[in-house]
């Protein structure tokens, strides 16, 4: 389970703080996503502290980018529900 502690949206970035509370993935987690300026999302997981970063890979081009915003909460929603 996943539970959401924070949100912060800062220009083209959103991060959401996680605290992971069983499974192999446990312990304090930032989902960050951010808005290129073509309209590309790149989006990010990592541990809160920690020198690793993981991208996820693809492409993730958006039609507008107002929709970064429902995006970021889709995959908080997704997370949390987990």
Do not use: W
């Not at 499974?23 to 989902?31: K, Q, T």
């Not at 996820?56 to 909460?73: A, F, K, N, T, W």
């Amino acid at each position: 389970m996943y539970i959401l502690k924070k949100s912060r949206f800062d220009g083209n970035e959103k991060t959401s703080t996680f605290t992971a509370t069983h499974g192999v993935i446990s312990g304090e987690l930032e989902l960050r996503t951010t808005c290129q300026e073509d309209g590309t999302l790149e989006l990010k997981i990592t541990y809160i502290g920690a020198i690793d970063v993981y991208t996820l890979p693809g492409s993730y081009p958006v039609h507008d980018v107002r929709d970064h915003d429902v995006i970021h909460q889709m995959l908080v929603n997704v997370l949390e529900r987990t």
